[in-house]
Structures are given as structure tokens and as C-alpha cells.
């Protein structure tokens, strides 16, 4: 019987899942819940192919003696009927929507057939379990297969009437995955490569936890990672980023499906992508496996399937050879079953193709009766791991509540604790040196803090020294070592936060190079999957290396990006309590700019007041109505509370402010906002070693506002801001000018 402290924390990841995605995701909670061979790329077979291919008009081809073919558990008649089934509810919901891409769904049904109904393992109405096996749709376009799927699986989520508002105004059933949206979708994919990198990243997170928390006795992590990629993912730079990592990793439990059917938007592969990707893969690390009849082959995948499990020391790619829009008489095989729904007559033209004689949406009673068995199966599978969940915590009880952390998100008690403070007797230091320390702080203090850097963590300053690196021999290590892959970096990570809530990754690299995998962020921020960016070397300040590392329009960018926190500390207390936000604010990443300079421990900064986003450090005013306000950020804040000093020596009387987070003031009540920037004094004064972009909503249209509006330069750092003008004496002409 589960105990009552797993059940409590099962109810919590449902509860929190319901009312983070909305009551109309009709998700229901179980009552007794706990926890939540190879061959070159050739034309072979294409040729074998015809346009119009009926459902028995391609035999099986011999596969090779490498794979053990298995037999059958489900009737040739009902799978075939099983695979129409998903692929008309796909021709029908992109027809009812007049929108959608009908093609992979009618080509991958098979092989997501036998994936959902006879070798994953999951249970519909929890689908937050969390030894679930994990599906990422990578070619997120072919989406109505994972909600087809879904749908037949049992899943409260995708319902008939979900279906039949695909890519509708609040929908479940969104133009692309969206895990945020649909609970049976793990992470939201669309941007091609970036649903394959968050499966590694998946994978990573199960192999980490196998490591930190399995028994000789009780298995108690043993879940695998699935992926369909296509030919568009295959040609993004960063499927191999993340590739190569996978099999430097050995990544044993991901499992991806190529859907090799050569056909793009533009049209046939042969026009720009002819390399030999099994080869390739081979060379990246991976057991690669080829199905050559992907279209009705269905014990070749079976037999794939098996071999791929049966390789525990690699990651597996499954090339499965398909058609695009199989079974359409005029369109399959050809571009024009991309993106685009079939038509009225190509619809019924398939219909006959195929001899499918229901109505759209309907699921025959045979299919219907099959598939129900996942709801007591999956509910049965689920209990089994309550036990051993109930047996491995009554034996292992400190190992139980670090892996419940993790499974739910609940932070230890005390845990900020951990977090260093200073005075202003405290020596001065670079942030990015602050911010280690706040890091290795962080992973003594919370379970699931891990992270690493590309191939710069001795520059980052992110090395966890208590912890080893996290490697294919050492997967306990909480160090990840990414290699120059910044955009593959990003999107793993994406992958390991929304495995299990109580996960917190960071990863790190120069704040200009955030160029590379600022893809990766954008999908952080829409997935509300709470990465942390640790990005050091955040402006001209950086030096001599010259304007192509000086980051300039950075944190006006990311400012500008929805649900991302754009931090500038500017010493240790604000860059503690950065850190406190980013890890308390799951649902949200942040990125924290640092400097490489040392700075100041300032008068008036804390742990605490980082929450505000904005807030005062220094003031001489009364009554709220100070002569002048000069608003600081990171390593410009000194420079800001320095002429407030000469001002006030001046007889001025000044409001010094921190802006350490736009996002965060953003969210602060108008009276707060009012005590910090009263709207009746107009002169107010902005620096910040960057862009000016965006600084006029703070010191408004009669402020000014002091940065860097042109690239940075070669030069040490003390000549650059003194040439570019973000000094002092600036700071004071252009307050003196407004008052």
C-alpha cells in the first residue's frame, strides 16, 4: 500500500498541474496515485512507392538478420484499422480547420500506433506519473498525431470535441504541441531540432536520477525517452549539437524514430539535404536501426523497437522509411501533403483509397474497445510503482524525500538560507564570482540543481566543486559538460526542467553568445520552463576582447521577451537574491547578466528587495519628491550612487535607484511603483552600460537616459566606459540639465 506522505505529494503534482494548465483540461486524479544493420541513405526504396498506394499494396521488405522480428499482440486487422483510425482523425481535424499539416501523421501512424498501444507505458488519467515513459513529437508540425494519439489513449486532455476545434481560439489542441496547454504533451516543439534536444535533455534527467537514487533492490527510476524527428530536424544545426552529446553521454533510454519520408516544403530532399544520416549518427555515437517499410511494416518496428531496447550503452535512431500522406491517391509522396489540408475531394478520394467508411471523427467500436484497456493498465502500472515507491522509502528514507523534491517541486525547508549575504565592509568582486558561490551554495541546498556551461565554466565561474561531472561512466555528476553547443545547450535543458518540477538546470556562457541559442530561451520562456541563464561578461566592460563579445542590445531583447526575467545584479546581495527568485519561480526562466569586473558591496542593496525588481538604495528627499532620480542596473548602479553622492554634496537632494528587474517591478502594485518613481518628478536619469532601448519607459519622455547605443570597441575596460561616456561626470551633467 502507498504511503501517506506519496500520496500527499501525487495529489500535490496533479494540483498544481490542474490549476497551472486550467479546469478545462479535465484531468482526473487517480485515488491511489503516488508520484507523480544500418544501410546508406538510398532512393530504393522511394521508388517502390506510388502516389497512389493503397493499404496492402507494399509488402514488407526483409529486414535485416540483426533484428529479432517479434510476434504480433494485436491482430493484423485491428492494427490496420487502429492506424486509419489515427490517420483520418488527422485528415479530418486539419479539414475541419481549413489548416495543419495532415502528411506525417498519415505517414508515422504506424510506428506511433505500436509506440502508444504496445510498448509505452503511462497512465491516461495521471498523465503527471512520474515513471511515465516520455514522447516528444520533435517535428511538432505533425501534431494531430500526438493528439490523435492521445485521444485513443484515453487522455482527459484530448477529447472528441478537443479534436474538432484543432488550432482554434482556446483550444487544447494548438497549431503545434504546447505542454502548457495539452497534459499528455511533455514540452512544447515547433521550431525544427529544438523537440529532439528536449528529449535529451529527458533522458539525461532519467539517467542522472537512475544513477543518484536507484537500489540493488528496487529500480525505483526506470522510464524511457521516445522521439519522432523528421527530415526537417535532421538538417537544423542543433540535432547534431544535441545528438553528439547523446552519444557522448550514452544516453541508453532515447529512443528516436527518423521519419524518413525525403519530402520538405519545398519538395523532394534530393535539393538540398543528401548526406548519409545513418552514417552520420553512427559517428555521432548511436545504434542506428532501419525500417524500410514504415507504411504498414508493422513487426519490422516492432523488431526495431525491441534492439533498440535491447542496447543499453547508446541512444538508438530508428530510420523509419514512410510515405508522406500515405494512402492519398493524389497528394502522397509530394509536398503538397505538407502543410496544407487535403481538400474536400482528396478527402473522399482517401476515404475510398483506404476503405474507410465512418464519419469524420468517428472511432470505430472495435478500435474504441482496444485502446480502452490503457486506462485500467495504465492505472495498474501506476499502483505497482506506488509500492515499490512505498518499500524503497520505508528502506531508503533520506534517498526517498531528496527524489520527492525533485518529483514535485517542493524545496527543502530553510533552503534560501543557504544563500551568502554581505555588508558593505564586505570585499568587492566580480558577479559572475558572487554568482558561484551562490551556485555551490544552491546544490548543497536543493536536490535537483545541477548544470554546466559551454565549454567556458572556468570563465562562467559555474563549476559545482562539490559535485563530479556528469558523464556516460559518472551520470550521478551534477556538472554538465555541454562543449561549445550553446543553442543545444539551452534546449537540453528545457528538456531536464520540465522532466520533473523539483529539477533546477542552469547553463551558462558569454551574454553575447546568447545569439546562438536565444531559439532555446524563446521556447524556455513559452513552455514556462524555469532554466536559469547564467550569462557573465554582460557588457562593454568585458574589455579587450572587442565589440564581438561586448553584448549591447541584449537586455533590451530579452527584456522584450514575454515570461523570461532579465536580472542585472549589481553585487552579492542582489545577486543572492536574483537567485532566490529564479529558483522559487518554476514556471519562469531567468537570465542573469554578470559582470567580469569587480564591483562594489553598495550601501542599501539586499537580499529582499531584488523581489521588488526596483527599489531605492539611497534617498536624502522627503516627502517623495526628491530633485532628481538616478536609476541604475548591474555594474552602472556604483557609477549612479557615486553621482547621487556629488550631487547631494551639491545640495541636491537625490533618489538613488536600483532597476535590477524590469519583470519584477512590472508586477509591483501602482503604490509601490509610485513610492519608488513618483509620476511628479519628471527628472530622472538612466545608465546602463547598453542599448538605451526600452529606458524611456522608465525616466520618461523628459528623462535621459545614458548607455550605449553603437558597437563596443578593443580597448580595457576603465577607456571604454570613459570614451563611451558612461561615467560620473556624465551622470551629473545630464541630472543637472533636467532639474
Given at each position: 500500500?502507498?504511503?501517506?506522505s506519496?500520496?500527499?505529494?501525487?495529489?500535490?503534482?496533479?494540483s498544481?498541474?490542474?490549476?497551472?494548465n486550467?479546469?478545462?483540461?479535465?484531468?482526473?486524479v487517480?485515488?491511489?496515485?503516488?508520484?507523480?544493420?544500418?544501410?546508406?541513405?538510398t532512393?530504393?526504396?522511394?521508388?517502390?512507392?506510388s502516389?497512389?498506394?493503397?493499404?496492402?499494396?507494399?509488402?514488407?521488405?526483409?529486414?535485416?538478420?540483426?533484428?529479432e522480428?517479434?510476434?504480433?499482440?494485436?491482430?493484423s486487422?485491428?492494427?490496420?484499422k487502429?492506424?486509419n483510425?489515427?490517420?483520418?482523425?488527422?485528415?479530418?481535424?486539419?479539414e475541419?480547420?481549413?489548416?495543419g499539416?495532415?502528411?506525417?501523421?498519415?505517414g508515422c501512424?504506424?510506428?506511433?500506433?505500436?509506440?502508444?498501444?504496445?510498448?509505452?507505458?503511462?497512465?491516461p488519467k495521471n498523465?503527471?506519473?512520474?515513471?511515465r515513459?516520455?514522447?516528444?513529437?520533435?517535428?511538432?508540425?505533425?501534431?494531430?498525431?500526438?493528439?490523435?494519439?492521445?485521444h485513443?489513449?484515453?487522455?482527459?486532455?484530448?477529447?472528441?470535441e478537443?479534436?474538432k476545434?484543432?488550432?482554434?481560439?482556446?483550444?487544447?489542441?494548438?497549431g503545434?504541441?504546447?505542454?502548457?496547454?495539452?497534459?499528455g504533451?511533455?514540452v512544447t516543439?515547433?521550431?525544427?531540432?529544438?523537440?529532439?534536444?528536449?528529449?535529451v535533455g529527458l533522458?539525461?534527467?532519467e539517467?542522472?536520477?537512475?544513477a543518484?537514487?536507484?537500489?540493488p533492490?528496487?529500480?525505483?527510476?526506470?522510464?524511457?525517452?521516445y522521439?519522432?524527428?523528421?527530415?526537417?530536424c535532421q538538417m537544423?544545426?542543433?540535432?547534431?549539437e544535441?545528438?553528439?552529446?547523446?552519444?557522448?553521454?550514452?544516453?541508453g533510454k532515447?529512443i528516436?524514430?527518423?521519419d524518413?519520408?525525403h519530402?520538405?516544403?519545398?519538395?523532394?530532399?534530393?535539393i538540398?539535404?543528401t548526406?548519409?544520416?545513418?552514417k552520420r549518427?553512427?559517428?555521432?555515437?548511436?545504434?542506428?536501426?532501419?525500417?524500410?517499410n514504415?507504411?504498414?511494416g508493422?513487426d519490422?518496428?516492432r523488431?526495431?523497437?525491441?534492439?533498440?531496447k535491447a542496447?543499453t550503452d547508446?541512444?538508438?535512431?530508428?530510420k523509419?522509411t514512410?510515405?508522406?500522406?500515405?494512402?492519398?491517391p493524389?497528394k502522397?509522396?509530394s509536398?503538397s501533403?505538407h502543410?496544407?489540408?487535403?481538400?474536400?475531394?482528396?478527402?473522399e478520394?482517401t476515404?475510398?483509397?483506404?476503405?474507410w467508411?465512418?464519419?469524420?471523427?468517428?472511432v470505430?467500436?472495435?478500435v474504441?474497445?482496444?485502446?480502452?484497456?490503457?486506462t485500467?493498465?495504465g492505472?495498474a502500472l501506476e499502483?505497482?510503482w506506488n509500492?515499490?515507491f512505498?518499500?524503497?522509502?520505508n528502506?531508503?528514507?533520506e534517498?526517498a524525500?531528496?527524489?520527492?523534491?525533485?518529483?514535485s517541486?517542493d524545496?527543502?525547508?530553510g533552503?534560501?538560507?543557504?544563500?551568502?549575504?554581505?555588508?558593505p565592509?564586505s570585499?568587492g568582486d566580480?558577479t559572475?564570482n558572487l554568482?558561484?558561490?551562490?551556485?555551490?551554495?544552491?546544490?548543497?541546498?536543493?536536490?535537483?540543481?545541477?548544470?554546466?556551461?559551454?565549454?567556458l565554466?572556468?570563465?562562467?565561474?559555474?563549476?559545482?566543486?562539490?559535485?563530479g561531472?556528469f558523464?556516460?561512466?559518472?551520470?550521478?555528476?551534477r556538472?554538465?559538460r555541454f562543449?561549445?553547443?550553446?543553442?543545444g545547450?539551452?534546449?537540453?535543458c528545457?528538456?531536464?526542467a520540465?522532466h520533473?518540477?523539483?529539477?533546477?538546470?542552469?547553463?551558462?556562457?558569454?551574454?553575447v553568445?546568447?545569439?546562438y541559442?536565444?531559439?532555446a530561451m524563446?521556447i524556455s520562456?513559452?513552455s514556462e520552463?524555469?532554466?536559469i541563464?547564467?550569462m557573465?561578461?554582460?557588457?562593454?566592460?568585458?574589455g579587450?576582447?572587442?565589440?564581438t563579445?561586448?553584448?549591447i542590445?541584449?537586455?533590451?531583447?530579452?527584456?522584450?521577451?514575454?515570461?523570461?526575467?532579465?536580472?542585472?545584479p549589481a553585487?552579492?546581495?542582489?545577486?543572492?537574491?536574483?537567485y532566490?527568485i529564479?529558483v522559487?519561480?518554476?514556471?519562469?526562466?531567468?537570465?542573469l547578466a554578470l559582470?567580469?569586473?569587480?564591483?562594489?558591496?553598495?550601501?542599501?542593496?539586499?537580499?529582499?528587495?531584488?523581489?521588488?525588481g526596483?527599489?531605492?538604495?539611497?534617498?536624502?528627499?522627503?516627502?517623495?519628491?526628491?530633485?532628481?532620480?538616478?536609476?541604475?542596473?548591474?555594474?552602472e548602479?556604483e557609477?549612479?550612487a557615486?553621482?547621487g553622492?556629488?550631487?547631494?554634496?551639491?545640495g541636491k537632494t537625490?533618489?538613488?535607484?536600483?532597476?535590477?528587474?524590469?519583470e519584477?517591478?512590472?508586477?509591483?502594485?501602482?503604490?509601490y511603483?509610485?513610492s519608488?518613481?513618483?509620476?511628479?518628478?519628471s527628472?530622472?536619469?538612466?545608465i546602463e552600460a547598453g542599448?538605451?532601448?526600452?529606458?524611456?519607459?522608465?525616466?520618461g519622455?523628459?528623462g535621459?537616459?545614458i548607455?550605449v547605443?553603437s558597437?563596443?570597441?578593443?580597448?580595457?575596460?576603465?577607456?571604454?566606459?570613459?570614451?563611451?561616456?558612461?561615467?560620473v561626470e556624465?551622470?551629473v551633467?545630464?541630472?543637472?540639465?533636467?532639474?
Amino acid at each position: 500500500m502507498a504511503s501517506t506522505s506519496s500520496i500527499a505529494l501525487s495529489q500535490a503534482l496533479l494540483s498544481r498541474a490542474t490549476s497551472h494548465n486550467g479546469s478545462e483540461n479535465h484531468v482526473s486524479v487517480p485515488p491511489f496515485s503516488v508520484l507523480k544493420s544500418t544501410s546508406p541513405r538510398t532512393t530504393f526504396f522511394r521508388s517502390q512507392r506510388s502516389a497512389s498506394t493503397s493499404s496492402h499494396s507494399i509488402r514488407p521488405l526483409v529486414r535485416a538478420a540483426a533484428v529479432e522480428v517479434t510476434d504480433a499482440t494485436t491482430d493484423s486487422t485491428l492494427v490496420d484499422k487502429s492506424v486509419n483510425t489515427i490517420r483520418f482523425l488527422a485528415i479530418d481535424a486539419v479539414e475541419k480547420a481549413k489548416s495543419g499539416h495532415p502528411g506525417l501523421p498519415m505517414g508515422c501512424a504506424p510506428m506511433s500506433h505500436i509506440l502508444y498501444d504496445e510498448v509505452m507505458r503511462y497512465n491516461p488519467k495521471n498523465p503527471y506519473w512520474f515513471n511515465r515513459d516520455r514522447f516528444v513529437l520533435s517535428a511538432g508540425h505533425g501534431c494531430m498525431l500526438q493528439y490523435a494519439l492521445l485521444h485513443l489513449a484515453g487522455y482527459d486532455s484530448v477529447r472528441e470535441e478537443d479534436l474538432k476545434s484543432f488550432r482554434q481560439w482556446g483550444s487544447k489542441t494548438p497549431g503545434h504541441p504546447e505542454n502548457f496547454e495539452t497534459p499528455g504533451v511533455e514540452v512544447t516543439t515547433g521550431p525544427l531540432g529544438q523537440g529532439i534536444a528536449n528529449a535529451v535533455g529527458l533522458a539525461l534527467a532519467e539517467k542522472h536520477l537512475a544513477a543518484r537514487f536507484n537500489k540493488p533492490d528496487n529500480e525505483i527510476v526506470d522510464h524511457y525517452t521516445y522521439s519522432i524527428i523528421g527530415d526537417g530536424c535532421q538538417m537544423e544545426g542543433i540535432t547534431n549539437e544535441v545528438c553528439s552529446l547523446a552519444g557522448h553521454w550514452g544516453l541508453g533510454k532515447l529512443i528516436a524514430f527518423y521519419d524518413d519520408n525525403h519530402i520538405s516544403i519545398d519538395g523532394d530532399t534530393e535539393i538540398a539535404f543528401t548526406e548519409n544520416v545513418d552514417k552520420r549518427f553512427e559517428a555521432l555515437g548511436w545504434h542506428v536501426i532501419w525500417v524500410k517499410n514504415g507504411n504498414n511494416g508493422y513487426d519490422e518496428i516492432r523488431a526495431a523497437i525491441k534492439e533498440a531496447k535491447a542496447v543499453t550503452d547508446k541512444p538508438t535512431l530508428i530510420k523509419v522509411t514512410t510515405t508522406i500522406g500515405y494512402g492519398s491517391p493524389n497528394k502522397a509522396n509530394s509536398y503538397s501533403v505538407h502543410g496544407a489540408a487535403l481538400g474536400e475531394k482528396e478527402v473522399e478520394a482517401t476515404r475510398n483509397n483506404l476503405g474507410w467508411p465512418y464519419e469524420p471523427f468517428q472511432v470505430p467500436e472495435d478500435v474504441k474497445s482496444h485502446w480502452s484497456r490503457h486506462t485500467p493498465e495504465g492505472a495498474a502500472l501506476e499502483a505497482d510503482w506506488n509500492a515499490k515507491f512505498a518499500a524503497y522509502e520505508n528502506k531508503y528514507p533520506e534517498e526517498a524525500e531528496e527524489l520527492k523534491s525533485i518529483i514535485s517541486g517542493d524545496l527543502p525547508a530553510g533552503w534560501e538560507k543557504a544563500l551568502p549575504t554581505y555588508t558593505p565592509e564586505s570585499p568587492g568582486d566580480a558577479t559572475r564570482n558572487l554568482s558561484q558561490r551562490c551556485l555551490n551554495a544552491l546544490a548543497k541546498a536543493v536536490p535537483g540543481f545541477l548544470g554546466g556551461s559551454a565549454d567556458l565554466a572556468s570563465s562562467n565561474m559555474t563549476l559545482l566543486k562539490a559535485s563530479g561531472d556528469f558523464q556516460n561512466a559518472t551520470p550521478e555528476g551534477r556538472n554538465l559538460r555541454f562543449g561549445v553547443r550553446e543553442h543545444g545547450m539551452g534546449a537540453i535543458c528545457n528538456g531536464i526542467a520540465l522532466h520533473s518540477p523539483g529539477f533546477i538546470p542552469y547553463c551558462a556562457t558569454f551574454f553575447v553568445f546568447t545569439d546562438y541559442m536565444r531559439a532555446a530561451m524563446r521556447i524556455s520562456a513559452l513552455s514556462e520552463a524555469g532554466v536559469i541563464y547564467v550569462m557573465t561578461h554582460d557588457s562593454i566592460g568585458l574589455g579587450e576582447d572587442g565589440p564581438t563579445h561586448q553584448p549591447i542590445e541584449h537586455l533590451s531583447s530579452f527584456r522584450a521577451m514575454p515570461n523570461i526575467m532579465m536580472f542585472r545584479p549589481a553585487d552579492g546581495n542582489e545577486t543572492a537574491g536574483a537567485y532566490k527568485i529564479a529558483v522559487t519561480r518554476r514556471n519562469t526562466p531567468s537570465v542573469l547578466a554578470l559582470s567580469r569586473q569587480k564591483l562594489p558591496q553598495l550601501p542599501g542593496t539586499s537580499i529582499e528587495n531584488v523581489e521588488r525588481g526596483g527599489y531605492t538604495i539611497s534617498d536624502n528627499s522627503t516627502g517623495n519628491k526628491p530633485d532628481v532620480i538616478l536609476i541604475g542596473t548591474g555594474s552602472e548602479l556604483e557609477i549612479a550612487a557615486q553621482a547621487g553622492e556629488e550631487l547631494r554634496r551639491e545640495g541636491k537632494t537625490v533618489r538613488v535607484v536600483s532597476f535590477v528587474c524590469w519583470e519584477l517591478f512590472d508586477e509591483q502594485t501602482d503604490e509601490y511603483k509610485e513610492s519608488v518613481l513618483p509620476s511628479d518628478v519628471s527628472a530622472r536619469v538612466s545608465i546602463e552600460a547598453g542599448s538605451t532601448f526600452g529606458w524611456g519607459k522608465i525616466v520618461g519622455g523628459k528623462g535621459k537616459s545614458i548607455g550605449v547605443d553603437s558597437f563596443g570597441a578593443s580597448a580595457p575596460a576603465g577607456k571604454l566606459y570613459k570614451e563611451f561616456g558612461i561615467t560620473v561626470e556624465a551622470v551629473v551633467a545630464a541630472a543637472k540639465s533636467l532639474i
